[in-house]
């Protein structure tokens, strides 16, 4: 037990020292002080992306701060840039967006609150879909699209190079390798640094490997969705990041009384289990749980502190 507190005390230090050197060099007053409560560390937090991008490993997606149906700003607008610059202060080092989240909204949400970009913090988006006039999910892989697509989101999020640029979705109109041939193609020219997919099956993993190496994959995984077990497993094996959206789903809305218990039983919340599953099924998984909450984000860092589940935990839960 005494262990246990010191490993608490020595994170609660170091939550706070990264909080305190974001803020300075933002020119922001220091926090007050370290955290009050929070888990010790049980698992490796950290995480490089395509073999050079370091990242802790709960990330932090963006998308929920559009305002309805993921269209236009919210209001208040300046709560979305709040959670924003929270989320960094609390050690979140990976930031998922879209294009056609907004559309093009959450990119200069991102801009706004953020640039100039501190120091580790890697934003991560994806082309190839966008928005119809009703709100509609459209795919649009045609090469030239995907090329607008990146250099539209290097203006609006103020970069020179993406650290990572992810195909939103294989379009059933265009060939995979036409649209990963024209990621490799902005990847050469330097307006990329990674290349990464979404919604992708093994099959389609593969045809892509064939053409650019693959830093990320980006799939719907949780607790309560496990359909991409074999692609999460080829991510492992190849080493490529595995970025489960939706990962708090169903935990928010409707609990386990599974999950309920054994949340119970480690004085923490279910979606906090939740997280803790992911990060302990496998070293590749970088979940990016998204919110507009502030007290939610925290109360998701707080997984990321490290609650450790035991085996006994672990059990009924499964590995896969």
Known sequence: MLGRQRGEQRLAVDLFSHEAEFRRVRGQPSPRGPPDRVYSRGIEDAFS????????RLGFGAMRLCGPNILGWPEPREHALEVLLRAVELGVQLIDTALAYGPEVNELQIAEALFPYPEGVVIATKGGALRGPRGEWLDDGRPEAIREHCEGSLR????????????HAPDRKVPLEDSVGALAELRGEGKIRHVGLSN??????????RIVPIASVQNSYSLADRSSEDVLDRCEREQIAFLPYFPLRPVRFGVDPTVERIARANDATPPQVALAWLLRRSPVICPIPGTSS?????????AAAGLRLSEEDLAPLGSG
């Open 49 to 56: 992306i395509g073999g050079d991008l370091r990242v802790r």
């Open 200 to 209: 992708v099956s093994v099959r389609e993993l593969e045809t892509a490997l």
């Open 156 to 167: 609006r999020l103020r970069l020179e190079r993406i650290d990572l640029y992810q195909l």
């Open 294 to 302: 502030l007290e939610h984000l925290e109360e998701n860092m707080a």
